[in-house]
């Protein structure tokens, strides 16, 4: 017997006058305040979970229940403009939403503990999402063939669906791992392989969506395997050489004087490689990450301390804002989306299938299977005796399978007469494996034994003053305070009158004098609040004593800023 129930939204009045742009103006400044509303709720919500240290509940899915309450009441009022302008839309997310997410994951990568397990990161993104795309529609498939709801899909139509399916969710688990510090490695290999699966899982998307309504041949596999390779490589080679054309540009001009437009040139250089590579139709993700990668590895060192400091909290703002705004929207999807037909048994069985039944044999396959090849390789070509990914390790990747708001996003671009049974079918599956996996990942934590708090060294581009602040004691005397967790305390105290150039101006990174323009900058200070061009004065080391305070971290020798300024 056919169960099939079909939610559409009540269509608009037929006599009702155009709307004029005020009304509309109006509606939408009313949609936007509720949006606001929610971000500042999920924030308030995100402070009261990770201070009381609730661990039975994440704050995602707080946001997902937010949204769902606000859209159940924008459903049942009357009206339909707030309804549709809080409607899902696919290009908001792709051209809006996602973009920071993936430019802050390339930039602020762990580049060592990423590329040390690059291999491993492959593995599981590629032959990893293959896998589980094809086993979901190739089930899909089957399922199709049993009539049970009247779902007739077509081969390519089931494998779409699957690609769909396949995208994970990293915002929840990461977001759950940076809270706990979980081991580095394993945050580097479940980190490589979500935002790498995404970007696999949108350019398999594609791919297959030219074959659709196509006769498929043996050929075509071949075909589909070419462009798939060619996509993911040239969007690659975009993100690498509009990074590097970013570092080159600041390498060899003046920009760190102007820190204010140097830090949106970064940003607007690395979001133009995003759209560019989208509009050649291959894969923006692709390209924004390891643009990201390279602007983080090679033009970061050349960038004012200002430009440093912006471009990393500005990125970080950015994500975190899009990530909570993206669970909210899920939230609000649900009920605010036009047309709805609920399949409850295929839910159920694709709910099923996708953490029982395909997580015991497409997400078993993508995960233990090839754990023990990786092992086996280390083993054997390596000389490793232990073994390079635990039983733990599997586990925890098994467990963080959870799908995202990428398949949701990509859902919106189903054809055919199932496209809003197969929409309405990713939209409830990813809710429900966020809400159900994404919130007992910190339990799985601890059953697994998995190490906690792990705290890595600090980067290099972590600023000295934030970790070791300065006391400055007047009559000269700087002193450094201990380092944490070393019990040193290092000092140095000389008179400023040693640090003057010959000319009489001070020296260092924060009176250094410009051998084009003869003018003394002050871009790279921290304690500057102009960071503009400074005309030189005939005394300035009285006027200028809170400007060389970070010259007491130089030691008495000054190596330690000699190697970073050639750095």
């Given at each position: 017997m056919a169960l099939a129930l079909s939610v559409t939204a009540p269509p608009a009045p037929t006599n009702v006058p155009e709307t004029t742009p005020e009304i509309e103006e109006l509606y939408s400044a009313w949609a936007l305040t509720i949006l606001c509303f929610l971000l500042i709720l999920s924030l308030c919500a995100s402070y009261y979970v990770q201070v009381r240290r609730i661990r039975a509940i994440h704050e995602t899915v707080l946001s997902i229940f937010a949204g769902m309450v606000v859209g159940l009441i924008v459903r049942l009022s009357p009206g339909h403009l707030i309804r549709e302008m809080l409607t899902f839309k696919h290009t908001l997310f792709f051209n809006l939403l996602l973009p920071p997410i993936i430019l802050n994951s390339g930039y602020e990568l762990k580049q060592e503990n990423f590329f040390r397990n690059f291999g491993s990161i492959l593995t599981f993104a590629f032959a990893g999402t293959f896998i589980s795309a094809v086993g979901i529609g190739v089930l899909t498939y089957i399922y199709s063939f049993l009539s049970l709801e009247s779902l007739n899909v077509t081969l390519i139509e089931c494998l779409i669906f699957g690609s769909t399916l396949s995208a994970t969710d990293p915002v929840t688990i990461l977001a759950i791992f940076n809270q706990y510090k979980v081991d580095p490695k394993l945050y580097s290999v479940i980190f490589g392989e979500s935002i790498l699966n995404d970007a696999v899982s949108i350019v398999m998307y594609e791919t297959l969506s030219q074959f659709h309504g196509s006769e498929i041949y043996v050929s075509s596999i071949f075909h589909g395997i070419g462009i798939f390779l060619f996509s993911f490589i040239s969007s690659m080679a975009l993100g690498v050489i509009f990074g590097l054309g970013c570092s080159l540009g600041l390498k060899h001009s003046s920009l760190s004087m102007y820190?204010?437009?140097?830090?949106?040139?970064?940003?607007?250089?690395?979001?133009?490689?995003?759209?560019?590579?989208?509009?050649?139709?291959?894969?923006?993700?692709?390209?924004?990450?390891?643009?990201?990668?390279?602007?983080?590895?090679?033009?970061?060192?050349?960038?004012?301390?200002?430009?440093?400091?912006?471009?990393?909290?500005?990125?970080?703002?950015?994500?975190?804002?899009?990530?909570?705004?993206?669970?909210?929207?899920?939230?609000?999807?649900?009920?605010?989306?036009?047309?709805?037909?609920?399949?409850?048994?295929?839910?159920?069985?694709?709910?099923?299938?996708?953490?029982?039944?395909?997580?015991?044999?497409?997400?078993?396959?993508?995960?233990?299977?090839?754990?023990?090849?990786?092992?086996?390789?280390?083993?054997?070509?390596?000389?490793?005796?232990?073994?390079?990914?635990?039983?733990?390790?599997?586990?925890?990747?098994?467990?963080?399978?959870?799908?995202?708001?990428?398949?949701?996003?990509?859902?919106?671009?189903?054809?055919?007469?199932?496209?809003?049974?197969?929409?309405?079918?990713?939209?409830?599956v990813v809710v429900l494996t966020v809400i159900m996996f994404g919130g007992t990942?910190?339990?799985?934590?601890?059953?697994?034994?998995?190490?906690?708090?792990?705290?890595?060294?600090?980067?290099?581009?972590?600023?000295?003053?934030?970790?070791?602040?300065?006391?400055?004691?007047?009559?000269?005397?700087?002193?450094?305070?201990?380092?944490?967790?070393?019990?040193?305390?290092?000092?140095?105290?000389?008179?400023?009158?040693?640090?003057?150039?010959?000319?009489?101006?001070?020296?260092?990174?924060?009176?250094?004098?410009?051998?084009?323009?003869?003018?003394?900058?002050?871009?790279?200070?921290?304690?500057?609040?102009?960071?503009?061009?400074?005309?030189?004065?005939?005394?300035?080391?009285?006027?200028?004593?809170?400007?060389?305070?970070?010259?007491?971290?130089?030691?008495a020798d000054g190596k330690w800023f000699t190697a970073l300024d050639e750095r």
């Open positions: 820190p204010g437009i140097e830090s949106c040139l970064v940003a607007l250089i690395a979001y133009t490689s995003y759209f560019f590579s989208n509009g050649l139709h291959m894969s923006g993700i692709v390209s924004l990450l390891f643009c990201g990668v390279t602007l983080k590895h090679y033009a970061y060192h050349t960038m004012s301390r200002r430009t440093q400091r912006t471009t990393k909290y500005m990125f970080s703002v950015l994500a975190q804002l899009s990530e909570n705004f993206i669970f909210i929207y899920l939230g609000l999807n649900l009920f605010t989306q036009d047309v709805q037909v609920f399949k409850p048994l295929f839910i159920l069985v694709a709910t099923a299938f996708d953490h029982q039944v395909i997580v015991c044999a497409t997400r078993y396959a993508a995960v233990f299977p090839l754990s023990e090849l990786i092992n086996l390789f280390h083993r054997t070509a390596r000389g490793k005796r232990g073994e390079e990914i635990p039983h733990s390790y599997q586990m925890m990747l098994f467990w963080a399978g959870l799908r995202g708001a990428v398949g949701v996003a990509l859902a919106a671009g189903f054809m055919g007469d199932n496209a809003p049974a197969l929409r309405t079918t990713v939209l409830v990942t910190a339990r799985m934590l601890e059953v697994l034994g998995i190490r906690t708090g792990v705290e890595e060294g600090g980067d290099g581009d972590s600023s000295e003053d934030e970790r070791y602040p300065l006391n400055v004691t007047g009559s000269g005397d700087w002193t450094n305070r201990s380092a944490p967790g070393t019990g040193q305390d290092r000092r140095f105290r000389q008179s400023p009158t040693n640090w003057n150039a010959p000319n009489g101006q001070p020296s260092g990174r924060d009176g250094r004098r410009s051998s084009r323009s003869g003018t003394l900058w002050s871009a790279g200070s921290d304690e500057s609040d102009a960071g503009e061009v400074l005309p030189p004065g005939p005394n300035m080391q009285a006027d200028r004593l809170s400007g060389v305070r970070q010259l007491a971290e130089l030691g």
